[in-house]
């Protein structure tokens, strides 16, 4: 039953609505995490590059100091005197020099070593480190070759200072070429020490991203915040090999930006891990992933209330039907105002449901008074045809002993008539039995009318045992007399033929009568109860029947002229007649 389901209207509704909200917030939250992930890893490679221009300012600005520095040492007239003179301990106030040399910046700068063409050297510097220096000057010499004059970095070296062997740094060389400031031609060079670490701090920003590195432009790391990865190329401490084509690369799990600065042959490189480079997003993933939750239960409530509110006269409605179906027919809802327009429909079928239910109980209960009173008739009546056939019996074999033999068949149609009324009566027939009873009326119509009744029949042999209703061509043959013949002057003939025409088998009733008048012929099958009874009611009741048990292609077609005659056609189908209905005739 509809009440024991468990999965109402409601409940459907209200997940059907929960899961479409859901769907969208979920979909909404799927577009909000890639717009936001991709949003937080531009703003954060975006942030990334920004630190790596100010880190680049940063080692520009602190190679325009070292190169000013560099400019007060080649430009002193003392060490340009002491780089020209070829006995390198002439007379060259090497006091001056040292004390110009002295003038170091010593925030940036670790010391300084001057070597000139003619093989003289000036230093002021650590012993250890201005060894480096000096081991290495062959390869400084090619690093500045090819230089205007200008800064460049020239490598750098790991040095053990005091002879100990656990304390060392790495030194970052800067050199330069020192000319003739008369002829311009080249007297020598200069070298300028830099710690590392002292790059490294000056280059050091607040809330980086990543990793980065200064490297030469080999890809050699110079420096870094880890010192293990000094002097190892990039992409080997990678473990990647890292296409140098742009500003930024993207290689497995990792984003690399590069920037070159022109002034010093280096190269800044900063790594950013995926990690790294989404680590807000995850703290927005949170947000909104609590967000998406509290929408998802936020509508799922109001998805629900909703549908309460939706179905609640359902509900109201659903329980007056149980009432009606547990006998309390005087039920009656009243809907709130703004209920939908379906439901208000729904409730007013219902409310006439209940009407029509209550009539059809009161036909009901009228009917069955009507039905005891007519098993009562019928009890009655079931003495009545005994009686008749007994009295009819009775009356034959009185006339048969005074030899009144035409009276005495005339009884036995009677009887014979009386029969086939009480056993055949709504069943369907053969034609034959039909047309027997036909020919016992026509008889005791002859009887009556004598000569002024004339009458033939003729039925085609392929008719005889196809199968019609019973009683449908009596009312049609007593209308053609009473009606037709008999308010005629004179004599006048009936003649019935049944013939198989095109599928269907028509059983002709044609009378030289005086006819039908126009208007009543046209009415004469009318279903309509207005028209008045006019003695013609059986024809109209044959024809109904027909219909309503056959179809409409069936029943009685009429066709009449005043003064001339009716030809009334009965149209059947075609139906072999039933061996139920023989083996009732054969038991007659």
Known sequence: MIFAQKNGIQQKISLSFSALISLIIVVLLAVAYIL??????????????ILLQQKNDRL?????????????IVSNDDIQQALQNTDNRSDANMASVYSEMSNIPTKIVAGVVVIGKNGSVYREIDREVGGSILADADGIQNTIAYSDGEVIFAGGSHTYLGGDWEYGETYLYFARKIRDLTTFGEI??????????????????????????????????????????????????????????GAQRINR??????????????????????????????????????IGLLAILLFAYMSFRIASRITQPLRELTSNMKEVADGNLNTQLILPKHTAVEIT??????????????????RIQEESVKEKDAELRALRAQINPHFLYNTLDTLYWMLV??????????????????????RKGGQKVPLRDEITQIENYLLIEKNR????????????????????????????????????????????????VARLDHGDLLISIQDDGSGIPVDLRDSLLSQDISHPDTGHIGMRNVDMRIKRL??????????????????????????????DNMRIEESE
Do not use: C
Request: hydrophobic share 45%; glycine share 6%; no cysteine.
């Open 345 to 362: 429909e729904l409730n007013n079928m219902f409310s006439h449901m209940l009407e029509e239910l209550e009539l059809m109980m009161a």
């Open 188 to 245: 020598g060079y200069m070298v300028i020490s830099v710690r590392e670490s002292v790059l490294w701090k000056n280059l050091e920003l607040p809330g980086e991203i990543g990793n980065y590195y200064v490297a030469d432009m080999d890809g050699s790391i110079i420096s870094a915040i880890d010192k293990s990865l000094l002097s190892m190329n990039i992409e080997d401490s990678l473990g990647i090999k890292v296409e140098w084509a």
């Open 550 to 579: 056959l179809g409409d292609r069936y029943g009685l077609e009429i066709d009449s002229l005043e003064n001339v005659g009716t030809t009334v056609v009965v149209r059947f189908p075609i139906i072999k007649a039933s061996s």
């Open 253 to 290: 799990g990792i984003v690399v930006n590069q920037i070159d600065n022109p002034y010093v042959n280096l190269q800044i490189v900063n790594i950013i891990p995926y990690s790294d480079l989404y680590a807000n997003y995850y703290d927005i993933l949170g947000i909104i992933v609590v």
């Open 36 to 49: 936001s992930r991709n949003t937080v890893a531009a703003i954060n490679s975006s942030y990334a590059e």
């Open 60 to 72: 520009t600005a602190l190679v325009n100091e070292i190169d000013a520095f560099s400019k007060t």
């Open 449 to 496: 009318y004598e000569e002024k009744l004339k009458y033939s029949i003729v039925i085609e042999p392929e008719a005889q045992d196809l199968e019609i209703l019973s009683f449908t061509l009596q009312p049609i043959v007593e209308n053609a007399i009473n009606h037709g013949l008999m308010s005629k002057k004179g004599s006048g003939s009936l003649s019935i």
């Open 401 to 422: 002993e005074k030899e009144e033999y035409d009276i005495a068949n005339l009884v036995t149609n009677i009887g014979d008539l009386l029969r086939y009324a009480i």
